[in-house]
Structures are given as structure tokens and as C-alpha cells.
């Protein structure tokens, strides 16, 4: 009998042992969650930083393709204004001319 009081203490302090390491797994567990969905929140960052960056240089090439149709179109705008301008002055001769032969 003397033997089983002997161990008792020794299976309580087995016991609280094996608590105290199941706590301890349970926080290595949590701890080692955390740390995966940390690292798939940095991963799906890192993918969308990098959708964003392939967005910036895809509208950046667009605004500089607009930039020169707009810049070619401010040509042809001169140039159209210039020939009506020109064609305008010629109606206006020959309107003025013909008027001079009338009278």
C-alpha cells in the first residue's frame, strides 16, 4: 500500500506534466496557424501588389498611346482648320471677284 501512496504524487506530477506539454503543443499549434495565415496574407499581398504593378504599366502604355492619337489629332484639327480657312478665303475671292465683273 505504501507503494501505491508512493505513486500517486509521481502520476499527479505525470499528469500535470502532460497537461502543460498539451498546452504547450496546443500554443505551438495556434502559434504555427498564425504564422501560415500570415504568410498566405503576405502571399496573396505580394499578388495583388503585383496585379497592380502589371495594371500601372498597362495604363501607363495606354495613356501614352491616347497622348499621341491626341497629339495627331491636334495636327490634323491645324491642318484641317488651315485648309477650310484657305478655302473659305478662296470662296470669299471668287465671290468677290464675280461681284466686281456683275457691277
Not at 506530477?13 to 495565415?37: F, H, K, M, N, P
Not at 498597362?58 to 495636327?75: H, K, T
Request: hydrophobic fraction near 50%; charge should be neutral; aromatic fraction near 0%.
Amino acid at each position: 500500500m505504501a507503494r501505491l501512496e508512493a505513486a500517486r504524487p509521481e502520476t499527479g506530477r505525470l499528469e500535470t506534466a502532460r497537461r502543460r506539454l498539451r498546452v504547450a503543443l496546443d500554443g505551438l499549434d495556434a502559434a504555427v496557424t498564425r504564422q501560415a495565415e500570415r504568410a498566405l496574407d503576405q502571399a496573396d499581398q505580394a499578388a495583388e501588389y503585383a496585379a497592380l504593378q502589371d495594371d500601372r504599366s498597362r495604363l501607363a502604355v495606354e495613356l501614352d498611346a491616347a497622348a499621341r492619337r491626341l497629339r495627331a489629332l491636334e495636327a490634323a484639327n491645324g491642318e484641317a482648320a488651315r485648309r477650310i480657312e484657305r478655302a473659305s478665303a478662296a470662296v470669299r475671292a471668287v465671290l468677290a471677284a464675280d461681284s466686281g465683273q456683275e457691277a
